[in-house]
């Protein structure tokens, strides 16, 4: 991949009620140029609508891929990624970090009646997790609006080390820092 590809990556940081979303645009050559933030509520269901707002509120058509650390934002604010590549008209890779069961056993413990069954909605039509080793570490990737080999290659192309996306390192510390901001503010 060429060093000048821009990727968004789009992290998160929460206590309380309201998540800091924090937006990095990150070249393949690890030089990250851009930031944009959103919020979104913990525990509720407008995260896909901020990842969208804060792409919009970016104004970057040189971005080529959507990062996302994780499918459930916030405590349980499932993403729509079908929706946000969409939205932004690109590709969305959804990056996970950990092995686990599935979210929908946790969506059940959590959530009864409407609230249950919207989430349950959205999260099962996203596409599977596909294991990934890169750099001697395993990811889980889901994708949308790219083949599974362009996702592969864009996950690899962006970690130079380790096993986190530069993209998704870079937002998860500017979220950090915006949250321990906007708690200052209050």
Partial sequence: MK??????????SYRERRSTLAGAVTRASRVT??????TCTVG???????????????????????????IALAW???????????????????VTFEESPG?????EAE?????????????????????????DQTVFVRSVGVDASEARDAVRAFTPEGGRPEPLRVARL?????????????
């Fill in 33 to 38: 140029d851009g930031f944009a933030y959103e």
């Fill in 111 to 135: 959530f009864e009646g409407e609230e249950l069954a919207a989430r349950k909605e959205i999260f099962e039509r996203q596409p599977p997790r596909e294991r990934l080793s890169v750099n």
């Fill in 76 to 94: 349980y604010n499932v993403v729509d990624l079908h929706r946000v590549a969409d939205a932004t008209r690109r590709p969305v890779i959804s």
């Fill in 3 to 12: 060093s000048g590809v821009r990727a968004l990556g789009i992290a998160e």
């Fill in 174 to 186: 500017s979220a950090r820092a915006g949250d321990e901001l906007r708690r200052s503010g209050e």
């Fill in 103 to 107: 979210l929908v056993e946790a969506l």
């Fill in 44 to 70: 509720g269901t407008d995260a896909t609508e901020a990842i969208i707002d804060l792409f919009s509120g970016l104004g970057r058509e040189d971005v080529r891929y959507v990062f996302v650390a994780g």
